[in-house]
Nanobody, 125 residues
Framework: VQLVESGGGSVQSGGSLRLSCTGFGLTYGSYSMAWFRQAPGDEREAVACIANDGYTKYQNSVKGRFTITQDNTQKTLYLQMNSLKPEDTAIYYC????????????????????WGQGSQVTVSP
């Protein structure tokens, strides 16, 4: 299984970016998918997750600004990021886990089985 990310880059505060993550060898739909991020010196934190039935959950700091979606036919996960802030600067990782997005443990990195390579997102003031 391989999760391959694309997108990311550098934008000014208030700008938008979209991340993509395509699963190769993954039985898409059998896993919950999620986005995590990690800033220098910080622990990896969950941004959002999505279940096969479309259920979604977001970290409070990104609610209303970020949208997680997935295209099961293309085996691709997306994260649309709008109204970006400097504090959103981090390396973003997609992940697949055999747990429900609705689970209280779905925001714990250790519960995810597969990870993307990471995409740098930099937001300047």
């Amino acid at each position: 299984v391989q999760l391959v990310e694309s997108g990311g880059g550098s934008v000014q505060s208030g700008g938008s970016l979209r991340l993509s993550c395509t699963g190769f060898g993954l039985t898409y739909g059998s896993y919950s998918m999620a986005w995590f991020r990690q800033a220098p010196g910080d622990e990896r934190e969950a941004v959002a997750c999505i279940a096969n039935d479309g259920y979604t959950k977001y970290q409070n700091s990104v609610k209303g600004r970020f949208t997680i979606t997935q295209d099961n036919t293309q085996k691709t996960l997306y994260l649309q990021m709008n109204s970006l802030k400097p504090e959103d600067t981090a390396i973003y990782y997609c992940a697949a886990g055999d747990l429900r997005c609705s689970s209280p443990y779905s925001f714990v990195p250790l519960n995810y089985n597969f990870w993307g390579q990471g995409s740098q997102v930099t937001v300047s003031p």
